[in-house]
């Protein structure tokens, strides 16, 4: 899934910088998605920043990867 923040919402808690840092950064007082990182919305802790961000100006977008385990066969 695609990750991305809709900069108008965004009002700066830190929230996603603070579950995701490796995916997340401020910018100019405003969330964004590091660089290389928009593919990330599998990642569980994005899933978190998204569902708590007070501003809910985190978008998930597109079909989740399905789960990770033992492949059939």
Do not use: H, N, W
Not at 36 to 45: K, L, M, Y
Not at 49 to 58: D, F, G, N, V
Request: aromatic share 6%; net charge negative.
């Amino acid at each position: 899934m695609k990750v991305s923040v809709e900069r108008d919402l965004c009002y700066g808690s830190a929230e996603c910088a603070y579950r995701a840092p490796d995916v997340f950064e401020f910018v100019d007082g405003y969330g964004v998605v590091r660089p290389g990182r928009a593919e990330s919305g599998d990642d569980p802790r994005v899933r978190e920043a998204a569902e708590k961000c007070p501003s809910q100006a985190i978008a998930l977008t597109g079909t989740p990867a399905p789960p990770a385990g033992p492949v059939a066969g």
